[in-house]
């Protein structure tokens, strides 16, 4: 019988992602109320370290494959070992953050052990006894609430930022269990030459503590370097509403709500953005949201923790300006 929840531990240049944590969050709440066992798998290359913090956010085990034919990530070779451990340990349950990486190893595994992937999660929860997914349709306008009663392991990506990682216990360790690779030349069509990283020192959209959005109230492209320039005074991230991306001034990546980027930061400022129910879903659990708009009946100032009433062009340069003086 299928037993055992599964969280795939995503890192990358030896950080784990914020994600992994939310999953074991929820995952721990799955294995306490059906009495199985909660395992964080983790791959890469000297990634030992890594194990016990895993263990320290709830994981009881941790299945570690140490290889230096994973110190990068590529879809043969992770989705291998992946499918070879879940076809010998047999979980019932495995979830994946729903990343770049994720969906695309999500699926390969999917295939591999000929089960079923509820794709894009918005919520994991257990109702009645059974493991209930809530999932977007019709591009968001309508949830669906699915469980798969037969499919096992019963796999799941689920959103970044959607569920609130608890906080670590010191000192809570897991069960490390090495496992080999077992990865042959024929098993890597793909190889990594050269990892070519795009200069940047902001974070990334859905890891960053603080995160300065855009939209149609910032006029134009040109006036994005605003926003970039307090992101950098701040250390912040850059998002936007879709009314900015759909108009070409920023790319997709860059999207905040519900058909773009999940964010939970301890600070949003929303720039020019009018607070449509589509781009909130994608951002009222941060913790403070800073809000200017030149429409005071705006509905993001109904969010909002603080709100700035006026042309968000005339605001920005004198924020900028006096938090440029407070970090002199
Ligand atoms: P607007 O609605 O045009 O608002 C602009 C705001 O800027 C106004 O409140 C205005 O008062 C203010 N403003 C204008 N000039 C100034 C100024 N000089 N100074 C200060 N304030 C000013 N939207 C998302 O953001 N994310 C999503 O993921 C998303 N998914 C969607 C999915 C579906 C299925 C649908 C139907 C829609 C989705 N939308 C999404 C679109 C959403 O409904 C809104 O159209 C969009 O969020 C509006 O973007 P906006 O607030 O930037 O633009």
Not at 284 to 291: E, F, K, L, T
Request: aromatic share 6%.
């Amino acid at each position: 019988m299928a037993k055992g929840i599964w969280v795939f531990a995503e890192q990358y240049n030896g950080k784990i992602k914020n994600v992994a944590f939310e999953l074991l969050t929820a995952g721990r709440k799955i294995a306490d109320e059906t009495g199985e066992e909660l395992a964080a798998v983790l791959f890469g290359q000297d990634a030992e370290a890594l194990a016990d913090i895993l263990g320290e956010y709830g994981a009881d085990k941790v299945y570690l494959a140490d290889d230096d034919k994973l110190a990068q990530y590529t879809t043969d070779a992770y989705a291998k070992v992946l499918a070879d451990l879940i076809k010998e340990h047999c979980p019932s349950t495995v979830l994946i953050g729903c990343t770049v990486l994720g969906r695309d190893l999500a699926a390969r595994v999917a295939q591999k052990v000929e089960t079923g992937l509820m794709s894009d999660c918005t919520g994991v929860e257990m109702e009645d006894g059974q493991l209930v997914f809530i999932r977007p349709i019709y591009s968001g306008k309508a949830f669906v609430r699915a469980f798969c009663p037969e499919a096992r392991p019963v796999m799941a990506t689920v959103r970044p930022n959607v569920i609130t990682a608890d906080p670590p216990q010191a000192g809570r360790a897991a069960e490390v269990v090495k496992v080999a690779a077992n990865l042959g030349e024929q098993d890597l069509r793909q190889v990594i030459k050269e990892v070519l990283l795009q200069v940047s020192t902001r974070p990334e959209l859905t890891e960053a503590n603080i995160v300065v959005s855009g939209g149609r109230g910032m006029k134009g492209p040109e006036n994005f370097k605003m926003l970039e320039e307090l992101a950098d005074v701040l250390g912040a991230a850059v998002g936007a509403s879709r009314a900015a991306v759909d108009a070409g001034w920023v790319g997709h990546s860059y999207q905040v709500g519900q058909t773009g980027t999940t964010v939970r930061p301890k600070l949003y400022i929303a720039c020019g953005i009018h607070g449509a129910v589509q781009h909130l879903a994608g951002m009222q659990s941060s913790d403070i949201i800073v809000a200017i708009n030149k429409n005071p009946e705006a509905p993001i100032f109904k969010v909002a923790t603080y709100g700035l009433v006026g042309d968000v062009l005339e605001i920005l340069p004198e924020m900028i300006r006096q938090l440029k003086g407070v970090k002199v």
